[in-house]
């Protein structure tokens, strides 16, 4: 896919996608974290102003890449969906009952609140502690100890980068540490937590429709 930057990680080919997840080949699997489904009918049942049709972009981009990657597993690293049940859980469970052939994992974080029959009934995997999936474990909040690398969302990444003429732009990225790396949010309108690297640390920077290494 145009744009996706190709970053070999503990002895892992993995590609970071523009569209804010990882495809892990070796693996056959996509890692998406921070989809919050629901937020956007959410915001706008509140009143707040967000772009009609907003609300179903982030499932065509799901789409979108289960149609290009063609994954065994989609593991989602928490927050899958935002708030209580509405109009995008429905879209949501017609697009799976389409793909019935990939096993989708989810590893609970703090906004998964839907009842377990909901996940039941597509069949999904429902996990509320950290997942080891080859050298990585794959988690929602940072960990502090862990067996593998670990791989986790919740903070929706960014940083902030400084023009000649004081001008700033935030936008999101991929950051590994030492101990672990943090997937930027896969939902609109999620904010971001703006990161300070430490001189070691690796960072890529999402930039449109092209991932690119911070300098």
């Known amino acids: 896919m145009p744009g996706t930057l190709e970053f070999l990680w503990k002895g892992e080919q993995l590609f970071l996608l523009p569209d804010r997840c990882i495809h892990w080949p070796g693996e056959e699997a996509l890692l998406i974290a921070d989809t919050h489904l629901g937020k956007i009918t959410h915001f706008r049942k509140s009143g707040i102003a967000v772009p ?41 469970k017609a697009l799976l009952k389409r793909y019935t052939a990939i096993r989708f994992v989810l590893i609970q974080g703090n906004h998964d609140i839907l009842h377990e029959l909901s996940y039941a009934n597509l069949k999904f995997e429902v996990y509320n502690q950290p997942l080891n999936v080859g050298p990585f474990t794959l988690s929602h909040e940072p960990l502090e100890h862990c067996s593998g690398y670990n791989l986790c969302g919740h903070l929706h990444p960014g940083v902030r980068l400084l023009g000649t003429a ?50």
Not at 65 to 88: A, C, I
Not at 172 to 196: R, S, V
Not at 207 to 215: E, L, Q
Request: proline content about 4%; overall charge positive.
């Open 166 to 215: 004081r001008q700033s732009l935030r936008l999101p990225c991929f950051y590994f540490g030492e101990k672990g790396g943090i997937l930027p949010a896969f939902g609109e309108f999620t904010g971001l937590y703006i990161l300070q690297p430490k001189k070691k640390d690796q960072v890529f920077i999402i930039a449109g429709a092209k991932v690119m290494k911070a300098a």
């Open 52 to 92: 009609d049709g907003a609300a179903f972009r982030n499932l065509q981009r799901l789409e979108d890449l289960l149609q290009t990657y063609s994954p065994q597993t989609v593991y989602f690293l928490g927050d899958l969906f935002h708030s209580e049940l509405n109009t995008e859980w429905l879209a949501f």
